[in-house]
């Protein structure tokens, strides 16, 4: 049945029940999704992308992530959704309710990928998201407002180093000028591929969903970190996401000769790059207790030239990354970070610049979401964490013009964005299952 699940995981997942019908009651806890139907989704995207050792590679705007997305469409097509897809590339599936004009429940994800990652990051929200609205035009439930399954665009920064792009546009969240220093690793230029749907500097806000459109967004995603499966807990109820400070930094020095150059006549671009790398792990190490903000700071990225054995590096180009769920923290650790780089800058009489990608403040989110997550949780009597998350998310964007909650299933030996990642089928069912269970909770009660 399934490629990516063993023989024995294939067999549980085919003797596992899935009621076709089921009645329904007031809060919708009854109503049962098609498990394997759902693994059987998840599985069939999960191929689009395929590479060794089971990475999926599916990089916004690559033909892997489009086919992905058109079979998103299509499946929403046999469902029988209403479709609008925008111009970047969203997708809104819709399942109209008793009053069509009332405000939609949202749920989804993302179906991008970072290089080489795994099958479920983003994936699943939106193939769950998917299985429980067909679950409920199949079982002929009529909710009282639209539910819409939702794709978003570009979630993952790996191609440009900017997040969160489908969703930041739909929340309005993007102004011209954001994207200057977005290119990927071949030189390809955000702008110029935006230009090319018709996204221009001057109608960033076209893309901008009517807040009152959106009753509530609920996300469904794995943890990407050790927290549940160390608790031994199914769910996790996020309370709040932290958010990237994001920066580019190029290093200018001399390319020459690797035999002639003596040692202290060099401008070595990457000896002091790798400076900063290190200064940036001890700045975020004092940074990373609970109590101080829990920062963290990556570099993920760095480009070398020349790049051969023979030749001092001329020039470099490195990735910064800081995230903290506290915006106070972040803020100073990104203050400390650029203090040091100028120092390394001037010790070593060797050119740093600094070229911003995204600063953003971490979100909290809905708290009558998160109490109404906790009511499905416990409804089931499913033990729940409440939590932060330190990933990124598109709820994160869409908490800014709407109620947005989310839900996290474990993530096994809390491993992403690696080809190891794994969740549970059980916990995927699970997830989604509570996934329905909150769209049709959120659907009938005042939020
Ligand atoms: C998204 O996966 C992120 O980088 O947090
Ligand atoms: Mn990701
Ligand atoms: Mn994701």
Not at 42 to 69: M, P, Y
Not at 90 to 117: C, E, M, Q, Y
Not at 314 to 320: D, L
Request: net charge positive.
């Amino acid at each position: 049945m399934c490629r990516f699940f063993t023989r024995a995981e294939a067999a549980n997942i085919r003797a596992m029940k899935s009621p076709r019908r089921s009645t329904v009651k007031s809060n919708g806890c009854h109503v049962a999704i098609n498990k394997r139907r759902l693994l059987r989704d998840l599985n069939a995207v999960s191929r689009i992308g395929i590479g060794d050792h089971g990475s999926v590679t599916r990089l916004v705007f690559s033909i892997k992530e489009l086919r992905s997305r058109q079979f998103l469409i299509h499946q929403m097509r046999q469902i029988g959704l209403q479709i609008h897809i925008d111009r970047i590339g969203n997708i809104f599936g819709r399942l109209n309710g008793a009053n069509p004009k009332a405000p939609a429940v949202l749920a989804g994800s993302h179906l991008d990928t970072v290089l080489h990652g795994g099958k479920f990051d983003g994936t699943m929200g939106v193939i769950a998201a998917l299985e429980a609205v067909r679950t409920l035009k199949e079982q002929k439930i009529t909710l009282p407002s639209p539910v819409e399954v939702v794709c978003f665009v570009g979630e993952e920064s790996s191609r440009f180093g900017f997040s969160t792009l489908g969703s930041s546009l739909v929340a309005g969240q993007v102004h011209a000028g954001d994207f200057a220093n977005a290119t990927d690793s071949q030189g390809a230029k955000l702008e110029d591929i935006l230009a090319s749907l018709g996204i221009y500097r001057g109608n960033l806000r076209s893309l901008r969903r009517n807040p009152s459109s959106i009753k509530a967004y609920l996300e469904l995603h794995i943890e990407q970190g050790p927290i549940l499966e160390a608790l031994k807990k199914p769910i996790g109820v996020v309370t709040a996401i932290a958010a990237p400070t994001r920066f580019k930094v190029i290093v200018t020095g001399q390319a020459d000769h690797s035999g002639t150059t003596p040692m202290e006549m060099r401008k070595d671009a990457l000896v002091a790059s790798a400076e900063l790398v290190v200064a940036l792990e001890r700045i975020c190490r004092q940074y990373s207790s609970m109590e101080k903000g829990r920062v963290v700071g990556t570099v993920g990225a760095m480009k070398i030239e020349p790049g051969v054995i023979n030749a001092v590096p001329g020039r470099a180009e490195i990735s910064v990354d800081i995230r903290s769920i506290t915006a106070t923290a972040k803020n100073r650790v990104a203050r400390l970070v650029e203090a040091k780089i100028l120092a390394i800058s001037r010790r070593r009489k060797i050119r740093m610049d600094i070229l911003p990608i995204r600063k953003e403040d971490p979100v909290t989110l809905d708290k009558r979401l998160v109490d109404l997550l906790k009511e499905c949780c416990e409804a089931k009597t499913i033990p729940y964490e409440i939590m932060p998350s330190g990933a990124g998310h598109d709820a994160m964007q869409i908490a800014k013009i709407a109620p947005a909650g989310m839900l996290f299933i474990p993530s096994r030996r809390g491993i992403s964005h690696s080809p190891l990642e794994w969740s549970d089928p059980e916990e995927i069912c699970l997830g989604t299952q509570l996934l329905l269970d909150a769209i049709i909770r959120a659907n009938n009660e005042k939020i």
